[in-house]
């Protein structure tokens, strides 16, 4: 079973970036779409972003523009980076592989706050 870590989650100002790392234990990302997902207090989970296994990538509308999804092959490796933050992005931060039983990374705390 593939496992997934992710890194990279901190406190920033309103505006700031960060950028996320997810770790994954084996060769995946040929095969199957990674995504990051988000959690915030009191809300459902929510898809960010994903990255099919050719490489495309797509957005939720309320990151588009300020987030960037993307790998590395060679290192086993999905990133996101995050650009203007707004307070409304705190949250925690998950790697997802879109196996048919689905792997989740153990969440990244981002919080955006002055």
């Known amino acids: 079973q593939v496992q997934l870590v992710e890194s990279g989650g901190g406190l920033v100002q309103p505006g700031g970036s960060l950028r996320l790392s997810c770790a994954a234990s084996?060769?995946?990302?040929?095969?199957?779409?990674m995504a990051w997902y988000r959690q915030a207090p009191g809300k459902e989970r929510e898809l960010v972003a994903f990255i099919t296994s050719v490489g495309n990538p797509h957005y939720a509308d309320s990151v588009k523009g300020r987030f960037t999804i993307s790998r590395d092959i060679a290192k086993n490796t999905l990133y996101l980076q995050m650009n203007s933050l707004k307070f409304e992005d705190t949250a925690v931060y998950y790697c997802n592989a879109a196996t048919p039983d689905g792997i989740w990374g153990q969440g990244t705390q981002v919080t955006v706050a002055s």
């Open positions: 084996g060769s995946i990302f040929r095969l199957y779409a």
